[in-house]
């Protein structure tokens, strides 16, 4: 037990007696951030990957089943500080002199605040990669050889070129110019 004016945290300070005890349902924690992990990946997965290209290409779909797990276990100890965190409030309520329990508030909401933001940064890298994967495949669809939509066949080279702009002035220019161009023919 910690001794008067003693900062380190003794775990037993946050119990007065038997009737404090804190049970913490791990399992259901765990279970809630998987369900959360692959619903997100899920939703994400719906907006940019087709599904023909998820099952032409195991390796991605591997991936992506890596980060529903790294989700997983940030989510899993976010969930858990919070109640750690609850908890904590609780003890400070009960023993508002033991200056322990502030410094493990400190460093608990420390710890939310950074899972919360590797949160955010891996959920920014998923959609990413996805979005990567997309425009690959938009990218393989334009380069691909054009065919006549109502035959299906390859059309030569009497497609005029289509042009890739890098931003939207540009791309505004070319087109009054060719508007300029079919008014004046």
Known sequence: MAKPGD????????????????NIDTDRIDTDSLKEASELVENLKDIYADPEFMKANP??????????????????IRKSDEVAHDV????IGRNSANASLYRSLSDIQ?????????LT????????ML??????????DATAPQTDPETGEVVDGDQPE??????SKDF????????????ND
């Open 7 to 22: 900062t380190d945290f003794d775990p037993s300070d946050l119990i007065d007696n038997e009737e404090d005890v804190v």
């Open 59 to 76: 390796k991605f779909a591997t991936r992506l089943k890596s980060e529903v797990e790294n989700l997983r276990i940030l989510i899993k």
């Open 88 to 91: 904590l409030l609780g003890a």
């Open 110 to 118: 420390r710890t939310i605040l950074s899972t919360t933001s590797e």
């Open 121 to 128: 940064s891996k959920v920014k890298d998923i959609n990413l």
């Open 131 to 140: 979005k990567n994967i997309q425009l690959e495949l938009f990218h393989q």
């Open 162 to 167: 289509q042009t890739t702009f890098r931003g």
């Open 172 to 183: 505004i220019k070319q087109m009054r110019e060719e508007l300029d161009q079919e008014s």
